[in-house]
């Protein structure tokens, strides 16, 4: 156990922002599996509202520092050609 009040202090903070990052990677792991999920039954209008959703959050989870720029846009990208590829298909 910690001595120091700033050490203390220092584990209170990382249990906080573990939790907190937890939340938010479950979150992103559950929105990718619903877009999969949309893509494997073929739905495509589905997959497309799903899709919209999925941007909008990992933009915002940019601005509130949860994910870089740079891993919101692999992710955002990978998904999207998921997406493309389940319309090309279709049409």
């Known amino acids: ?3 120091h009040k700033s050490a ?3 584990i209170r903070q990382t249990e906080t922002r573990t939790e907190r990052n ?10 990718a599996r619903s ?6 039954a073929k739905d495509i209008n589905k997959a497309q509202e799903v899709f ?4 909008q959050n990992f933009h915002s989870y940019v601005s509130k520092g949860i994910l870089t720029k740079n891993t919101a ?4 990208s990978r998904l999207n050609a ?3 590829k389940l319309v ?3 049409a």
Do not use: G, W
Request: proline share 0%.
């Open 52 to 55: 919209k959703q999925i941007n």
């Open 1 to 3: 156990m910690a001595n």
């Open 73 to 76: 846009a692999r992710k955002i």
């Open 22 to 31: 937890r939340y938010y990677k479950t979150r992103i792991k559950n929105m």
């Open 35 to 40: 877009l999969n999920e949309a893509i494997l």
């Open 8 to 10: 203390q202090k220092r």
């Open 88 to 90: 090309l298909a279709n």
């Open 82 to 84: 998921s997406v493309k």
